[in-house]
């Protein structure tokens, strides 16, 4: 995800979190404000094309080498490449976020990494591989020349929230989804989506959270193919169709993203 994606499922985790792992958190990222993890969502992209940085740089999608729209699946041995992807990056920083022997600094820069990976993979083109999870097709969004992954990072949310600042939308956009997680059209959902959550098992709750995104690319990315999309306008129809889904995904990234923390510090304590 852009920015809005990422800001606001760390939003949305915030106001799940028990308060153990609120406490731990703020602690850990030397943080008492309220968007203590909002703030650091956004990092593991800051760092992706530094020098140090860089081992990182394939840890925010997994390469689906399916074949939409007629077949969507994942699978971890032919899709994870072999210097890593969401699903190992996931598991290993989750590792490290708990590892007592580690410094401060390390868990703390794990538990960033975590936050922005279950965002990442709740995006249904980091869960892709044609064209490089879309950044290969030309589409039009407004009649201006985009690649589709920024379409789907970035504009159907920027055009769901309409104008303003990214941290005020984002905190009101977390604030609209926690309601419909709570007591609206999510809350009747919401258990069901922590059925495949098995911290014994991070990778394949990964590739299960994996496998339900990869899914949507049929549906709602190439509905009918990755050449008919191109030079496509999809800021009409495909944005009406697209956006609700979306955001679904970012309440179902936020949502995880909570459970996920509170059982890293149920660990760690
Ligand atoms: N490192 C980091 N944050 C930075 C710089 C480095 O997390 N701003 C990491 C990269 C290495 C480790 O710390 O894993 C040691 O880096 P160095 O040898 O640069 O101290
Ligand atoms: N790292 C790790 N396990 C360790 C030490 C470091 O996973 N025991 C992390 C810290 C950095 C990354 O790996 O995020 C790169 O470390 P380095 O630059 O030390 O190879
Ligand atoms: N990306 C992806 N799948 C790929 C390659 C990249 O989902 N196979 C994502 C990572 C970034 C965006 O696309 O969110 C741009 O990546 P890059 O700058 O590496 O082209
Ligand atoms: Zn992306
Ligand atoms: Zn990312």
Redesign the pocket.
């Given at each position: 995800w852009g920015g809005l994606g990422h800001i606001t499922t760390a939003y949305i985790a915030s106001q799940f979190v028990s308060n153990s792992t609120e406490a731990y958190l703020k602690h850990l990222l030397r943080s008492n404000e309220p968007d203590y993890m909002a703030k650091v969502a956004s990092w593991a992209d800051s760092i992706r094309y530094t020098k140090w940085g860089r081992f990182t740089?394939t840890f925010?999608?997994i390469?689906a080498h399916d074949s939409p729209p007629e077949s969507c699946n994942v699978d971890f041995e032919r899709d994870c490449k072999g210097t890593g992807c969401v699903i190992t990056a996931l598991a290993n920083y989750t590792e490290q976020s708990l590892d007592p022997s580690l410094p401060p600094w390390q868990r703390a820069q794990a538990a960033k990494f975590v936050i922005h990976f279950v965002g990442d993979l709740h995006q249904p083109?980091?869960n892709e591989?044609v064209a490089?999870?879309g950044?290969g097709i030309h589409v039009k969004w407004n009649g201006r020349d985009f690649n589709l992954?920024h379409v789907w990072?970035s504009s159907i949310a920027e055009k769901w929230l309409g104008r303003g600042k990214p941290y005020p939308l984002a905190e009101k956009w977390s604030r609209d989804l926690t309601d419909k997680i709570n007591g609206g059209i999510y809350s009747k959902e919401k258990d069901a989506w922590l059925a495949d959550l098995d911290f014994s098992d991070p990778i394949e709750t990964a590739m299960a959270w994996s496998r339900e995104c990869n899914k949507l690319v049929c549906e709602y990315v190439f509905p009918e193919g990755p050449k008919a999309i191109v030079g496509q306008e999809l800021s009409g129809e495909y944005y009406e169709k697209a956006a609700p889904m979306l955001e679904k995904q970012v309440a179902r990234a936020g949502y995880r993203m909570a459970a996920w923390l509170d059982l890293i510090v149920d660990e760690f304590q």
């Open positions: 740089s925010h999608f390469d083109l980091h591989d490089r999870g950044n992954h990072d």
